[in-house]
């Protein structure tokens, strides 16, 4: 029986940012799923100061439905997607980016629903929690301004992250490109840019999130490496793999490497897709 890959998003996206993988994935006889996390997709908030012409003053404190929404939240939801998918065959679970945390978290929760993991430059923390990676050398060469010139709100004020992705100045613009979709046009990327949502949870994880070798440790796993990702250098993509091949040395990551940079794959999914199709094929 063919498995179904089950493709969980990233911070501030949802699953329509995997609509041209999937035709892919369809194109090559494979079934998937895409997950939206709580607050994502349809369920996000687009305050209408996000709207044109923008009210920057009223964006920074309009509510947010996504205020409170935690990790274990977007864990249930996907376990919840899991035992469904679960009674048609195997699953291929796949976390992009900071959907990696969710995967973990899940695969450390119910390791029973997963028959393999896949990580798309995607956080599988093993020694450190997630926001304490950003400390490390081998995050040296991002620049977290590229991010922060798009912040539309103090986290304080409005208990969630929050950024404006409809900004036309063209400092952040470029910033933003270079961090997440550097080879691709600059229409290719205000494209993506316009599927991105304005909100996302502050819960991240900590210790108790991080990589189990007794649960999460005992399922296959592959990491697939974008060598251009500038956003999550090589480096620390590199990290990720050696500290979880450590902790479970006798289940090391099949690693794979597509040239792209964080969001590249998704644009030009079809290498993506051929080397997605040959994981679910083991």
Request: charged share 20%; hydrophobic share 45%; net charge negative.
């Amino acid at each position: 029986m063919s498995p179904t890959l089950v493709l969980v998003h990233g911070a501030f996206a949802n699953s329509f940012s995997f609509a041209p993988l999937q035709a892919e994935l369809a194109l090559r006889g494979l079934r998937s799923l895409a997950v939206d996390l709580p607050g994502h997709g349809f369920e996000a908030t687009f305050p209408v100061a996000y709207q044109a012409p923008q009210d920057a003053a009223e964006l920074a404190t309009a509510p947010g439905a996504i205020k409170g929404v935690t990790l274990a939240d977007n864990a249930a939801r996907v376990i919840e997607v899991l035992e469904r998918v679960r009674q048609h065959g195997p699953v291929v679970l796949v976390g992009h980016s900071r959907g990696g945390i969710t995967v973990t978290a899940v695969a450390n929760a119910r390791p029973d629903l997963v028959d393999r993991l896949v990580y798309v430059s995607a956080w599988a923390p093993v020694d450190l929690d997630v926001g304490d990676y950003y400390a490390e050398p081998e995050m040296a060469s991002f620049d977290p301004a590229a991010v922060a010139g798009a912040a539309a709100a103090n986290p304080a004020d409005v208990g969630l992250l929050r950024c404006n992705f409809r900004t036309g100045d063209p400092a952040v613009l470029a910033g933003l490109k270079a961090a997440f979709l550097a080879e691709g046009t600059d229409d290719e990327f205000r494209a993506f840019l316009s599927t991105f949502q304005p909100d996302e949870n502050l819960d991240a994880g900590g210790p108790e999130d991080r990589a189990r070798a007794a649960t999460w440790g005992t399922v296959p796993r592959t990491y697939v490496r974008l060598s251009e990702d500038a956003s999550m250098p090589l480096a620390m993509q590199d990290r990720l793999i050696r500290e979880a091949d450590a902790l479970t040395p006798d289940n090391p990551y099949d690693v794979r490497t597509l040239s792209s940079s964080h969001l590249g794959w998704l644009v030009h999914p079809a290498p993506a897709a051929d080397v997605l199709a040959e994981v679910a094929a083991r």
